[in-house]
């Protein structure tokens, strides 16, 4: 570690620090939202995780959303699928969108598939026969969606929508067992959001795919420094979490990037352990920001960072219940100016082109006018979905204030 002194950050130095690391504080909306601001965001935070669920918007639209304001959907999608390719899929912060360059760095996670990937997944490495029929589908067919490899390797083959979660196919698990081990990777997605298979050699830039495998340790490194310029400041906890690295080579990654000068140590108010700061990291006097953040936004990967940061306990409650929800079923925390000011459970009607808003809830410290800026930033998110009106239905203490503001 650096034998110089930590930096000392106040609680709303820090709070500053991670909002403009992450992209907040331009005003929105654009005149018009390009594929160079586009990149540019995409460079700042580093991944875009992937979630199946659509009850709003596909998980990895909205950050950028919360960030830019309403941009044209296509440009991810081009971004993603096509030359030149910006953006690619693997297991990063769960599944992710990367960029390319990044890819390269997770080639030490691809080879540990043997002993990291999930027992489902691994099972797959006992049918090596089936691994090499598929393989040799996907090279020959590619892209390609787990059904159309499962028809074409087994004739026998009767899709089986039972088959879902952890109940894989053979043929499916073989599948993620080559995605997981990188041998094969994704070229996108279908519109019902199903991988398209594809070989990395046909799918990643000449550049990336054709350069040398770094190190686990120098990977690592280039991970933690990533994920440091997205926090701007963070505990190596919230470092690692972004990529999900592991903890012993985590630490000793972060023991020589701070002794080279590539981090820098901090104490942060409120903070349970030391901090690291990005030598880069803007320190902003003040951060005017308001946006709806997505459950799986890289701002709130990290539940207890967010606490410490905010003061603000958050839990996704998809997967709770739903007699058991407190605050509903797809809940995004409205961030206004430098705090997070309520909360909101929003879903698309989109037969009733209606933003619906199944809930919503003020925190104790909002500040004077919270609802008639969140009702501001429904109508944006409204018009950038293609719904006609925003429905505030009776649930949750902001939902009065909220329905008389629209």
Known sequence: MSATAPVRLSSAAARRIALAAQGFGRERPFPRVTMRQVQ?????????????????????????????????????????????????????????????????????????????????????????ELLEDVVAEVERSGPVTAGQVAAAVDPDHVPDKSNWGWNWPPVKSALEYLFWSGRITAAGRTSQFERRYDLP???????????????????????LEISARAHGVGTARCLRDYFRLPARESKEAIERLAADGRLIEAEVEGFSAPAFLHPEARRPRKVEARALLAP????????????ELFGFHYR????????????????????????????VDLKSDREGSAL??????????????????????????AGWLGLEEVAVRPRGDLAADLAAAL
């Not at 050699?201 to 991970?223: C, D």
């Not at 925190?363 to 006018?369: I, N, Q």
Request: proline share 8%; glycine share 4%; net charge negative.
């Open 40 to 128: 540019a965001m995409i460079d700042r935070i580093g991944l875009l995780q992937i979630d199946s669920v659509n009850v709003l918007a596909r998980a990895h639209l909205l950050p950028l959303y919360s960030r830019l304001g309403p941009y044209d959907i296509d440009l991810l999608e081009k971004a993603s699928s096509k030359r030149p390719r910006r953006l690619v899929e693997y297991w990063a912060h769960e599944a992710s969108f990367v960029p390319p360059e990044t890819h390269r760095l997770l080639r030490w996670r691809m080879d540990r598939a043997d002993q990291d990937a999930w027992r489902t997944v691994r099972a797959a490495a006992e049918q090596p």
């Open 201 to 223: 050699g046909r799918v990643l830039p000449g550049h990336v795919h054709e350069a040398e495998t770094p190190e686990p340790e120098e990977a690592i490194e280039g991970l």
């Open 296 to 307: 799986f936004d890289p701002l709130i990967f990290e539940r207890r960072r967010l606490e």
């Open 316 to 343: 996704i409650e998809i997967y709770t219940p739903k007699e058991k929800r407190r605050h509903g079923y797809y809940v995004l925390p409205f961030l206004m100016a430098e705090q997070i000011a309520g909360r």
């Open 356 to 381: 619906l808003v199944q809930s919503a809830w003020v925190e104790p410290d909002a500040p004077a006018g919270t609802a008639a800026e969140l009702a501001d930033e429904l109508r944006l998110m």
